[in-house]
């Protein structure tokens, strides 16, 4: 079998980005997302100067979905979710240090 390169993104996950608050504050996503196995998986690429907290919250109820990630140390983690197939989430983060940096914002990639 054969991939493009349009075809081999789509199997790494799907796009994310995001600017945190300078202020430390959480910020929602109003992206809401389906699981479509028990884990998440989050890879990132670009990180704010200061790191990165990152969450994935049940939809329906809020309640966190497995660990938090912080990124650095390593720029892919998995959330081992509890949730299951079909789930719906939202993604949350903030800065992992406040404060005025020279970058605020993330990008990279996540599987669910």
Not at 7 to 23: K, Q, R
């Amino acid at each position: 079998m054969v991939l493009s390169s349009g075809a081999a993104l789509a199997v790494s996950g799907h796009p994310i980005t995001g600017t945190c608050y300078e202020d430390g504050s959480w910020y929602t996503s109003s992206n809401v997302r389906t699981m479509s196995g028990k884990t998440i998986k989050a890879s990132f690429t670009t990180l704010p100067s200061k790191g990165l907290v990152f969450r994935a919250l049940n939809y329906n109820t809020g309640a966190r979905l497995g660990k938090v990630i912080y990124a650095p140390p390593e720029s892919t983690q998995t959330i081992k979710s509890g949730g299951k197939k079909g789930t719906e989430f939202e993604n949350s983060f903030r800065l992992e240090v406040s404060g005025h940096q020279e970058n605020y914002s993330f990008d990279g990639s996540e599987s669910y």
